[in-house]
């Protein structure tokens, strides 16, 4: 099976899709990734082509770890995340950069200016310059199909990882891009060189001029890379991926450098490009990565005074920008908008991890939380957790939190069971090891829910489809020593509640265990939907508290509270606030004969 035919001449594919592709028509033959928003379709999209061994990792240095691994054999790797996984696969990453590759290796980090589901807005141009090695940036979908083969070419050519950068808006959209048949490419097999990959102090030390020498290469290869466009001089736009489809749409006659390779920067073009214009500007997303550059060469330019440091460029930022400088007009008035009401996000009808919440809110705790879906209970209702920094963060800032004595509140760390095998499991065995007085609840749903549903390994499943070993939580949780265990099903709401509250009182590390599989989950959990008498509703308004957005509010009001009822459409018969309904008014719907 492949995801498109080979025999198709151009498809519309987003960014992410159109990496995919560019790898296979590279001939990679193995790629790993961690799934992250807004990179997690590349290697869905990739494990569509049977040449290609693609499979999740636990994490994203694992996944690192992997391709390097298979390069230094030989073939052609590919690596996936999003920019706050390239933060996990760092150690890695560093040293990479000093051993070179065998088969050509390729990691793709998605950033996320806007921060549309990240917790910063990190720029991972800056991780190219930190680990000295070289970085393209796609401006379009035919473009990133481009780069990830150009990737592989210029890793081989130059023995050197390259990053392959996109963003939230190259990775979602959408466009025309051209298909051309695989390249198949011979795996090398590994060649012993131990001062080339084994970096001891010794060896290392004389790989770190030969990166050096490399750079300088890399400079002259970018600026070839470079594309000049544009008749109208007074300003000379210097640009990269998506930034340079706004300053075209917005301003097109001007002056363009169009960079592909914005590491190392080829300042050497560039300050060719300088002399052919009147003024020199940077319009880049982010940090002043190029800016700060260009300054520190000599250049007289500017960016950052005119275009923003946070957030996503857009075509009416940058007109903003161009016609502060005076060579764009400026935007016309916009109408008064219709006012219109925000929605605060609510876990999905149904969500086993509501009962867990809402019992850690009953008990009264100080709650470190992690990345994943059931972040959104520091919302209200739930409003139950009170830190989330970085994929399993919470377990040690739990032990952390309770060695502190700065809570008088018993201390409970909440994780999903994929971000506990990604990075929790380190820090259960610190918390055990250091008798950290504290609780670990594991929301288990079977899955990575928050970017889709994808496989882990305590599912039993690989990205292929294919059964596999599944690691057993509650057995890792003992192997790793801890004593006080419970695992319940969190649509059991009193057995839910006492378990967390016997966790809560033991002298130790506690872990508590919610299993039950994610109401998205790929066979969609719906039962017989449930409905409110209204004669029966003391309008108490105990169910709200669970956040379901299957519960809304009606008109009709008790002894000055308002009453509430159930959208059949959405209810998935969970039986969660029947059981907190102290009238008995939920009950479920009555089947028609």
Not at 252 to 268: A, H
Not at 524 to 534: A, I, M, Q
Request: hydrophobic fraction near 40%.
């Amino acid at each position: 099976m492949t995801t498109l035919s080979v025999r198709a001449d151009r498809a519309l594919l987003s960014g992410n899709e159109a990496i995919a592709r560019g790898a296979w028509e590279a001939g990679v033959h193995v790629a790993a990734a961690y799934p992250g928003t807004p990179s997690t379709e590349t290697l869905q999209a990739l494990a569509g082509y049977d040449e290609v061994d693609s499979r999740w990792a636990t994490n994203e240095k694992v996944a690192v770890d992997v391709a390097l691994g298979a390069s230094l054999g030989g073939a052609r790797a590919f690596a996936a995340m999003k920019h706050v996984g390239l933060n996990v696969a760092a150690d890695t990453f560093m040293t990479a950069s000093y051993v070179g590759v065998g088969g050509g290796l390729v990691i793709m980090v998605a950033d996320d200016p806007g921060m549309h589901s990240s917790q910063n807005e990190q720029d991972t141009r800056l991780y190219a310059r930190l680990g000295l090695v070289p970085l393209l940036e796609p401006s379009d979908s035919a473009e990133a199909k481009d780069y990830t083969k150009l990737a592989f070419d210029v890793s081989e050519e130059f023995d050197t990882p390259v990053l392959l950068r996109s963003t939230t808006r190259i990775s979602h959209n959408r466009g025309i891009v051209p298909l051309e048949t695989r390249r198949e490419v011979a795996v090398r097999g590994f060649r012993r060189d131990p001062a080339k990959y084994v970096m001891l102090p010794a060896y290392a030390r004389g790989r770190h001029p030969v990166i050096l020498e490399r750079l300088e290469r890399l400079a002259g290869y970018a600026g070839d890379l470079a594309a000049e466009e544009g008749t109208d001089g007074r300003v000379g736009i210097v640009t990269a991926g998506v930034p340079y489809q706004y300053v075209k749409e917005v301003a097109p006659d001007l002056r363009i450098l169009k960079l592909g390779m914005t590491y190392p920067i080829p300042i050497e073009r560039i300050r060719r490009f300088a002399e052919t214009v009147d003024r020199l500007v940077v319009v880049e997303e982010l940090e002043p990565f190029l800016e700060e550059a260009l300054l520190a060469a000599g250049l007289d330019v500017v960016g950052k005074a005119f275009f923003p440091r946070t957030g996503e460029l857009s075509p009416d930022l940058v007109r903003d920008g161009l016609a502060a400088l005076g060579v764009a007009d400026p935007r016309p008035p916009v109408p008064d908008a219709p006012t219109t009401v925000t929605r605060p996000p609510l876990m999905c009808p149904g969500c086993p991890h509501m009962v867990p919440y809402w019992s850690i809110k009953r008990l009264g705790a100080t709650v470190t939380g992690d990345i994943g879906c059931y972040t959104l209970a520091a919302l209200e209702p739930l409003a139950t957790m009170d830190t989330c920094i970085s994929m399993g963060a919470s377990i040690g800032m739990a032990s952390g939190m309770a060695a502190s004595g700065g809570s008088d509140e018993p201390v409970v760390a909440t994780i999903g069971d994929s971000t506990f095998l990604h990075g929790g499991v380190p820090a259960l065995m610190e918390a055990v090891y250091n008798d950290a007085n504290m609780t670990v609840v594991i929301l288990d749903n079977g899955t990575t829910a928050m970017t889709g549903g994808q496989e882990h390994p305590g599912t039993g499943t690989t990205l292929a489809g294919e059964k596999a070993r599944a690691v057993d939580i509650p057995a890792l949780c003992r192997a790793v020593g801890v004593e006080d265990l419970h695992v319940v099903d969190p649509y059991d709401v009193s057995a839910t509640l006492r378990a967390i509250e016997q966790a809560m009182a033991y002298r130790g590390t506690s872990v508590v265990i919610t299993h039950r599989p994610c109401v998205e989950a790929p066979l969609r959990v719906k039962d017989r939907p449930f409905e409110v008498v209204p004669d029966n509703c003391t309008a108490c308004q105990l169910c709200m508290n669970l956040g379901c957005p299957a519960i809304v509010w009606t008109d009709e009001v008790f002894e000055g509270r308002r009453k509430v009822t159930i959208d059949a459409a959405m209810c998935t018969g969970c039986t969660l606030c029947a059981q907190l309904c102290p009238p008995r008014a939920i009950v479920p719907v009555e089947v028609q004969a």
